[in-house]
C-alpha cells in the first residue's frame, strides 16, 4: 500500500509462521526497478519496485525470503485503487483488514500469526 509506505505479504507456502509480514518499502523513484540478473522462467515476472526489494531481500534467511515463500510472480505488477486499511481496538494482538485485488478483504491475524479472506460478522 503506497500511502503507508509499507508492504503486505501474504504467505500460504504451509510454513506455520509468519502468516504474513509487514515490511517497510525501501524502494523510491530511480532506484533500479528490478534485478536484471534474475531472469524468471517462462510465464513468470519478476516483482519490480517496493514489492521487487522486498522479493528479492538477501539479507533475510535463506529458505524464509520472501522470493523463496511466494516464488516467481505469476502476473504483471497493478496497483489495487482504493485500497483501505483497519484495525480493531483490541488494547494487545489487534486483528487488521486489508481490502485487496477484486475488492476482497483479507483478515491479518495478530503478530503475522495467519491470515484468511473475510467473510463477515
Known amino acids: 500500500m503506497e500511502w503507508n509506505s ?3 505479504v501474504l504467505y500460504s507456502d504451509g510454513l506455520l509462521t509468519p502468516g504474513w509480514q509487514a515490511k517497510s518499502n525501501a524502494w523510491f523513484s530511480g532506484m533500479p526497478l528490478s534485478d536484471p540478473s534474475l ?3 517462462a510465464g513468470r515476472y519478476q516483482p519490480v519496485r517496493g514489492f521487487g526489494m522486498t522479493w528479492r531481500d538477501e539479507q533475510a534467511t535463506p529458505g524464509y525470503r520472501v522470493r523463496d515463500r511466494l ?3 505469476t502476473d504483471e505488477e497493478f496497483s489495487v485503487s482504493g485500497a483501505m486499511f483497519q484495525c ?3 488494547p494487545k494482538y489487534n486483528t487488521c483488514y486489508l481490502t485487496g485485488p477484486d475488492n476482497k478483504v ?3 491475524k495478530p503478530e503475522g500469526s495467519s491470515w484468511s479472506v473475510w467473510t463477515g460478522p
Open 6 to 8: 509499507v508492504i503486505y
Open 39 to 41: 531472469i524468471p522462467p
Open 71 to 73: 516464488g516467481w510472480a
Open 88 to 90: 480493531d481496538s483490541a
Open 106 to 108: 483479507y483478515e491479518l
